[in-house]
């Protein structure tokens, strides 16, 4: 597969480490530094840190071999000719995107240059963050001919990042210039030339020998918004959907049908289109607000965004208010919590919509007992330590003997109880769906009141109806 390129990748967050084992895997020799020397030993002992599929076996294939982990930024800058920037970029309490550690990293980087190097930005950054590196750099006393600055935006979703960064919808890369593009090429060549997919144990996904992913040349002003506008724009559908949801809700219509219906319009696509109790996570709720933080300094109205958010947060006391319909009070009730993680497959809680719905019922007095397949951990350390707050290794037991159960995070695991067993251990048979896995009328059949998301409540004939609150 083409010609091994020497890369470096600063950040071994999930955007860095995915990308350092995947550099890897298409043949490439990688350098992944972070400055934390804990993680850097961790991930030289195999240890992921992260849940994320496909990375353990990566990781173990190309650990000190072809991904070496190292703290020295100033080494691995010397050693290689591509070094793609992965660290974090926060969000400031103004909503910006806070760069000091992007430019942190560009002056270390100055410092070591020992020959032209294309210094590739992989984090997300807002517009004009290339031209600011390259100042930075300038600064530092490195001729403008000895570097070049890319941006290179990565689409990989959490829980599915190796195959996303292998299977790509499709390659950004904004260069001003034809050499930096020109190694950019060479180093996606083996996906974009689709030699990867012909190799027996590639990793499966969408792409093929013969589709496989086109590579778009921007200039680097385009590739970095083109990244804000398609985390804003697929936050923004989730929004639209939502709002949709409360509609149909007031409407006694059905959410997944309307999804349905206008999912089919090729313009529109099905994706994106699921409702629930909103979007969370490391990357939209940021993005959206640094996109609209720039463009607000560059004097543009997009105060659309703010609406998006709006409804993003609302959908959470939504939720609540539902609980509330099904249970009346809420001080003292026994909740079961399906999950913790802002969405299945992956044990990251940042910005999880459930954790923030686990706090307001901690606030309103309940007693909640939750389970997560991998979230666990990282949210006993979120959270408050609190005798309300139980957890607990498995489904039955957080239902057992539970006022109600609410379904917080899309696992599969969670789309596949039981039923009747369900029902015998808990104190009522309440499910309140917050990512719609169940269909109503099997819930019904079991003898379940069933609320989800835009759609009318399900509950058994003897019961009386849910009353609104
Ligand atoms: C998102 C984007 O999908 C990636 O393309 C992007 O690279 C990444 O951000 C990033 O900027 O790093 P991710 O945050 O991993 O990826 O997760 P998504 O699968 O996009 O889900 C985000 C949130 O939206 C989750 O809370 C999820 O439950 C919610 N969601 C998603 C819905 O509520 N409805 C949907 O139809 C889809």
């Known amino acids: 597969m083409g010609e091994p390129i020497k890369i470096a990748v600063v950040g071994s967050g999930y955007v860095g480490l995915v990308a350092a084992v995947c550099f890897a895997e298409i043949g490439h020799s990688v350098i992944c530094v972070d400055n934390d020397e804990h993680k850097v030993a961790a991930l030289q002992g195999g240890d992921t840190l992260i849940h994320e599929n496909h990375l353990p076996d990566l990781l173990e294939r190309y650990r000190n071999t072809r991904v ?12 290689c000719q591509a070094i793609f920037v992965a660290v974090g970029t926060p969000q400031s309490e103004t909503g910006d995107a806070d ?10 980087i100055a410092r070591s240059i020992n020959g032209y190097k294309v210094i590739i930005e992989k984090s997300t950054v807002p517009v004009y963050t290339n031209e600011w590196i390259r100042r930075v750099i300038e600064r530092n006393g490195v001729h403008r001919d ?12 959490e829980g599915t990042a190796v195959e996303d960064f292998l299977h790509p919808d499709r390659i950004v890369v904004g260069a001003d210039s034809e050499r930096a593009s020109d190694l950019l090429s060479m180093i996606y060549s083996p996906l974009t030339k689709g030699e990867y997919y012909r190799r027996p144990d590639a990793i499966e996904g969408c792409c093929s020998e013969l589709k496989p992913p086109p590579l778009l040349l921007t ?14 724009f697929l936050a923004l559908k989730i929004s639209f959907i939502n709002a949709v949801s409360n509609l149909c809700e007031a409407a006694d219509a059905n959410v997944e049908q309307v999804a349905q219906g206008i999912g089919l319009d090729s ?8 409702p629930g109790i909103g979007y969370g996570g490391s990357c939209f709720p940021k993005d959206v607000a640094a996109f609209r933080s720039v463009a607000e300094q560059m004097g543009v109205d997009f105060s659309l965004l703010g609406e998006v958010e709006k409804i993003n947060s609302n959908q959470k006391k939504r939720f609540l208010s539902k609980v509330r319909s099904a249970l009346w009070t809420l001080r003292g009730k026994r909740l079961a919590v399906l999950g913790l993680a802002f969405k299945g497959d992956t044990d990251d ?12 019922l901690l606030a309103e007095g309940c007693t909640v007992v939750a389970y997560d397949p991998a979230a666990m951990k990282r949210a006993q350390s979120e959270l408050p330590p609190s005798g309300q707050m139980i957890y607990v290794t498995g489904i039955e037991e957080a ?13 599969r695991e969670f789309a596949r109880i039981d039923l009747r067993q369900l029902h015998a251990i808990m104190r009522y048979p309440i499910i309140i769906d917050g990512r719609n896995l169940y269909d109503p009328q099997d819930m019904v059949n079991n003898d379940f009141t069933y609320l989800s998301i ?10 009386p109806a849910v009353l609104a609150v």
């Open 349 to 360: 809680i940042r910005e999880s919509p459930a954790i923030d719905l686990v706090e307001m």
């Open 146 to 157: 000895a570097f070049d600055v890319v941006s290179n935006p990565e689409f990989l979703r």
């Open 399 to 411: 239902a057992k003997d539970a006022d109600a159960l609410l379904i917080l995070t899309d696992w």
């Open 68 to 79: 070496r982990f190292m703290t020295d930024l100033g080494e691995a800058t010397r050693e």
């Open 99 to 108: 760069l000091s550690y992007v430019e942190a990293v560009a002056s270390e």
């Open 454 to 463: 835009g759609r009318p409540a399900a509950t058994p004939s003897r019961e």
């Open 267 to 274: 313009r529109i696509g099905p994706k994106f289109l699921r």
């Open 219 to 232: 200039s680097t002003k385009s590739a970095e918004i083109i990244k804000h506008a398609s985390n804003a």
